[in-house]
């Protein structure tokens, strides 16, 4: 399975934990988009060897600015996947 099989509802922990998986909504779209692990680290105050559960609450402190950025990509390239990086918060 891969991530664009499912949409959840829910963020959730993917990849062994290199990613978190959410989904964002803009116009009446929804996708699945995620952000990665380093991203979490440099820019939403993970400490690294952090475990899931510490993974998602950053996430989940972050989350109006991670799926505000997730949105803005969306609305620049449509239809696109949208996979956030750490360069997509500098």
Same mark, same amino acid.
């Given at each position: 399975?891969?991530?664009?099989?499912?949409?959840?509802?829910?963020?959730?922990?993917?990849?062994?934990?290199?990613?978190?998986?959410?989904?964002?909504?803009? *116009?009446?779209?929804?996708?699945?988009?995620?952000?990665?692990?380093?991203?979490?680290?440099?820019?939403?105050?993970?400490?690294?060897?952090?475990?899931?559960? *510490?993974?998602?609450?950053?996430?989940?402190?972050?989350?109006? *600015?991670?799926?505000?950025?997730?949105?803005? *990509?969306?609305?620049?390239?449509?239809?696109?996947?949208?996979?956030?990086?750490?360069?997509?918060?500098?």
């Amino acid at each position: 399975m891969t991530m664009d099989d499912v949409l959840t509802a829910e963020p959730c922990v993917y990849s062994e934990g290199k990613m978190v998986v959410f989904v964002a909504s803009v *116009r009446n779209h929804s996708m699945q988009c995620s952000i990665a692990r380093a991203a979490l680290e440099q820019h939403f105050w993970l400490p690294p060897n952090a475990d899931n559960r *510490r993974m998602l609450k950053a996430f989940a402190d972050g989350k109006s *600015r991670i799926v505000a950025v997730a949105e803005r *990509r969306m609305l620049k390239a449509p239809g696109t996947p949208i996979a956030l990086t750490a360069a997509d918060f500098c």
